[in-house]
């Protein structure tokens, strides 16, 4: 027992270190996904609370967080130096790419809003 | 005693052959006539009709019924027909132009009628179809009329020229080159030839006038017949654009060969009967419902009223219905066709028929007298002994002076329908009821002049025996068109029954036995109600005579259930019953503050997020700082702040399609800013890169 969270104490603290030596940039992108899951996982709660009557709002506001989440993803594996595939991709380009999308996803989420 | 007899003999071989006409009611031109037509022809403000030509029509017609035209609307109608004569028209309008100032009396100082005879001539001299002569030959007559000095240059070529037109079989053709011909052109081409040969005087060859005659009789023998003697052209093998229908062609036939008799100096071998069946013809379509027809039927009367091959004489019956109970007397008329007095006639009337055509023996033929005041021949009917019914009467009209007499059509013999009225009697009328084996009965004699109401009472092995004699005012049996009893139950539900008739009583007898089924088996109370009618019969009867107690055993199961009865159409279509209408509930909403508590628990990420920011060291260090590319980076950024402000008022409240506009526009500017901010960060982070 006390080897089990002690192992779990190093494998944490490992995590850590090594999670410090990635640049700033891809922390606020962390940082930011986390934001996003967090506002989603509060609107299920709401929901299993109040009951899910205007449906079409729920949804849209779920995804909405959900898809803006996995766009910084997708950005973050495209900024990453560490990352073989898209050496040549010039960060810039995918900044814009990530701009553009979120355009794209928050008008549909307006419409689907109601 | 014979000279009458040998008189009467020689009328009837000068009337022409005999000819049974029968009883349409035709009645002469009347005042219903003249209103029908002030109401038919309605002159707009300005007091033109229409066309020039549906004026001229609308004009004659009044002239002829003698309508007033003195109105000062048709002062302006002058006026523009003499505006139309001094301007270039075609010859058609300038013959109904010419027409109508001579029907209306215009003043003719301000006309100039040596151009319109000029050209008038020219256009006979350059005619090429049947339709310009005859306008133009129109106008130049109308102009003669009017006291001009007229001269038609070549009489003689004119006359060649329609005659060169006609067929063989009497019809005309318009034109050289159409091949159809038709009677409706025939009587259009003989009134032109009429006119030409008023306007040339004696200088038309005889031998050719007599050629036209000829024709005359061939287009007459295409007369067509009806039953009672009513005769009338038609066209047949013409084309559908041409065809005219038999008014117009019948009119057409009419005008002109009343217009060529009147310049025929030999009598046109035409018959007085035929002259009579063109006239019924027109009279009998009574009052006509357009003004086209209108102006053919009179105009054509018109022109049989005064023509020069014999007047026809209508007889009419200015009332059909006789009532012996009143002593009406059998009243006749006998006028020309627009109802003005004929010369000295005697009526007679021949015969008397039955509906079956067979005669009244106890008749003789009677002559009528003459009332001169009333210009009515009467009969009084009282002594003539004829009982009620439904006769056809045989007239004979022969005209008292015997140079006269071939002046005037008057048919040969001319049947027509009367009813003759009166009061039927009513007797030995009773009810009663007797037990199945006629043992016993008890009668109840009926008066049926007093209001009185019997009541019986009767159960199913009894019979109800209703009987009555019908006489007529002269003491015969008398046979109704209609005699029913019917037996009227509390409920409604009504039996029929039709008695039966035996030498001169007619009498019901109503077993009830065998009709307990026919009447569901309802016991109650029936009212009895008879009905007698008959067309001849004044005092026909539709009373209820009283009731009847019926007693009837119980309905079995398996009976028949009275029909329903009809529901009181208030009740049925009357207003319903209201409806009240039931709305989806409501969704339940959560409360308020639980809501409005959640949107603040969602802005709790957001601000840590803001505060994981801070954390992380972030910094605007990459933030471009010379003068251009900084405005780049604020425009940029100003840019998708744009983008989201507008999607807030996409929701709040703009619709998708300005959305999108918009859109549309901070786009473009969007990708452009954006382009030169992330090139230049990039091309700066190259150049860190480099060094």
Known sequence: MAKGTNDAQLLIQSLRKAYASTPTSLKIIDLYVVYAVATALIQVAYMAMVGSFPFNSFLSGVLSCVGTAVLAVCLR?????????????????????????NLVLHLVIMNFLG | MAKPLVLHLLLLLICGSALLSSGSVIHPISDAHRSAATELFVPAADGSFGSLEETYEALRTFQILGVDRSSAKFEGTCKTVSEKLSSPTTTKDLYHALKITAILGCRTESIEFDGITSRLQTAVKDASSLLELYYSLGGLLTVKEQGKDVILSDADGTFQAIKALSQSDGRWRYDKDSTGSSAFAAGIALEALASVVSLAGSDIDQSKIAVVRKDITKLFDRIKRYDDGTLYFDEKNVDPDQYKGPLATSASITSGVTAFAAVSSEKLNIGGEKILGLAKFFLSIGIPGTAKDFFYQINSLASLENNRISIPLVLSLPATVLSLTA?????????????????????????????????????????LEYDPENRIHFLDLSPLKIDVGKYSLIFKVSVNDPEGADLYATGDQIIVTAFLTGFIKVDKAEIAVSDSDAASESVQKLDLSKDSLISLSANHLQKLRLSLQLTTPLGHSFKPHQMVVKLRHESKVEHLFVPETSSRQYKLVLNFLGLVEK???LSGRYEIELAVGDAVME???????????????EAPEKAAKPPAQPVDPLSRFGPKEEISHIFRAPEKRP??????????????????????????????KGFPTSAVPATFAILFHGGIGAVLLLYVLFWLKLDLFTTLKALGFLGVFLLFVGHRTLSYLASTSAKQKAA
């Open chain 1, 77 to 101: 594996i495209q900024v990453n130096k560490d990352n073989k595939e898209f050496k040549d991709l010039p960060p810039e380009r995918a900044f814009a790419d990530f701009v553009l999308c």
């Open chain 2, 327 to 367: 002593k009406d007397q059998l009243k006749v008329e006998v006028t020309t066709v627009f109802g003005s007095h004929a010369p000295s006639l005697a009526v007679s009337l021949l015969k008397v028929l039955t509906p079956d055509s067979k005669e009244v023996t106890s008749f003789e033929k009677k002559e």
């Open chain 2, 519 to 521: 009447f569901y088996y």
């Open chain 2, 539 to 553: 005092n026909s009867i539709l009373r209820s005579i009283g009731s009847i107690e019926l007693d009837l055993p």
């Open chain 2, 591 to 620: 409360p308020q503050e639980l809501s409005l508590g959640f949107m603040g628990l969602t802005i709790l990420p957001l601000l840590a997020f803001l505060i994981g920011l801070l954390r992380i060291g972030v910094n605007f």
